[in-house]
């Protein structure tokens, strides 16, 4: 029974430990990305690389903005069913649109989206810089004298701050429309009353305080996908084990990061 | 000739086990040094300390003067700058087009014009014999060109020393030949200082100007291609031959081999 319980207390500590190890290393890169995207270009160097960050928003833009419309419009969709099937008990099924377009803009529309992303990018993130590093084409550009982080790392990171938000804003306004089309054809709700509804209820901050959430979660998906990508060891097998540590620990950081970002709207900005 | 790389008591560990134990040499200027040890001998952890991919645990790596051990980050992409390194697979970046794997050390390090980058690309590629390869991606091309194109761009800044690792890995005997013709090739035309580190025989006696043999992490032999083939030391002896039999010991014991692993004392 002691040794049982001795075992139980060492691989606890054991992988508290590994754990402690993984957030050091992160917050690194972190620190490192922080360092050559802001510091760097002041000292001189060069930090983005340009061309290199055009490319990889066009990427993340094509690669996902299809998959997030058909996740967003069906999350919409279901959502108007669900909140009808509730408010028809008060007779409420009218307050349909406000329901939708206020959960959508504040908590579903960035979560579903960033969790897209997360699979779609993330992955392909973490799978790109793992092979490179497999490759040696990581030690290829240390050794050219180019730093791995300003050329690899932060092009992608800032690529997709700025088009999570972006997917964000247009999967909020897509999730709308699904909602809308179950409104108008399958609860025979009148198409202007429905607007009506949608809008009146929605104010600014529910869009921003959602916006702001999807630019933390874009953080959260390039730090994890870059790490998990230049942590990358042991070839093909190395590869694959990292894309999906990189996936699942994405979604993860997405819903507790959530999680803490709701409760800072709730409660410090009412 | 003076020393452009010098190497004092190197030393490097990997949790217990000693990699590189006190490894002393120097590379004079544009010779061709051959690095060789059989699998495991600490010749590739010696090379990626050399170019600071490993960090040294005690000892120096002088290159040019510098101590590219004890630099800071910034010190040794300055350091960098100065060498190339021909990367075992070729380590060519596939997402570029093989013009733009040879530019990118220009466009990175210069602030040359476009237009004078693609004439220097140009000509780079002619050297290693592949003109008009620039618009191809890496896949569409063979290993060996692949080399050659890593080599175009490890020359792109010409840089006064060359690393190598392993550059017939991988290849046919002759497309391995083309290649060592070519480091010879420039090594002659460019002044270069040449490393090189492999355990191909042929190939090492045919472009060293001198050698070195690592055996458990320490120089046990060096001199010129005819002073290591007539070397007295069985170890050197062994390995010149290939021979099975001898002080390299290829039937472990299981005590040998876990020592060989974990280091130090098991208590078996």
Redesign the interface.
Known sequence: MIARLSHFLVTVGRNTQLLLIEVGRLSNLARHFLYWTFAAPLAGK?GLRRHSFVQQLIFMGNESVFIVFLVTASVGAVLALQAAYQLRQFGAVLYTGALVSVSMTRELGPIVTSIVIAGRVGASITAEIGT?KV???V??L??????PVPFLVVPRILAIAIMLPCLTALGDLIGIFGGYLIGISGLGLDSNLYLRQTFEALIPKDILTGIAKSFVFAILIGLISTYKGLSVEGGAEGVGRATTESVVLSIIAIIVSDCICTGVFYYIFP | MSAVIQVENLQKWFGTRKILDGINFEVREGETLVIMGGSGCGKSTLLRTLVGLLQADEGKVLIFGEDMAHASEDKKNEIRKKFGMLFQGAALFNSLTVGENVALPLKEHTSLDEEIIRIIVKVKLELVGLTGFESLKPYQISGGMKKRVALARAIALDPKIVFYDEPGAGLDPITARVIDHLLMDLTKKLRMTSVVVTHEMNSAFRIADRMIMLHQGKVVGSGSPQEIKESKDPYVQQFVRGEINGPISFKETKEHYLKSIFGGDVGL
Do not use: F, Y
């Open positions: 060069q490179m490759q040696e084409e030690d290829a240390t050794t050219m004298g180019i730093p």
